[in-house]
């Protein structure tokens, strides 16, 4: 089994910064990518941005250049690094790690709240 806990969300105004922590626990040899997606009221949840295994990183268009994530060489905790946030991304954020096996997002954590003020 594998326990996903995000950390870092909270309010910022337009413009400002926020990182977020996901800190994996138990069975994490068997996690290969590690994504973040996150939720606004009332829409559906949306991809934001992938970690490889081998650390190659895809970004959605709407965060791109804005955010960034990384991962520690332990692969333990992965990171979201928002800049130049917009009110636009305020969401639940969502951390999820894929399966070596069938690639398929299978863990996911509890998610962290991100409001940003106009």
């Known amino acids: 089994q594998v326990q996903l806990v995000e950390s870092g969300g909270g309010l910022v105004q337009a413009g400002g910064s926020l990182r977020l922590s996901c800190a994996a626990s138990?069975?994490?040899?068997?996690?290969?990518?590690m994504g973040w997606f996150r939720q606004a009221p009332g829409k559906q949840r949306e991809w934001v941005a992938t970690i490889s295994g081998g650390g190659t990183t895809n970004y959605a268009d709407s965060v791109k250049g804005r955010f960034t994530t990384s991962r520690d060489s332990a692969k333990t905790t992965t990171y979201l690094q928002m800049n130049s946030l917009k009110p636009e991304d305020t969401a639940v954020y969502f951390c999820?790690?894929?399966?070596?096996?069938?690639?398929?997002?299978?863990?996911w954590g509890q998610g962290t709240q991100v409001t940003v003020s106009s």
């Open positions: 138990g069975s994490i040899s068997s996690i290969n990518a």
């Open positions: 999820a790690g894929t399966r070596w096996i069938d690639g398929r997002y299978s863990y």
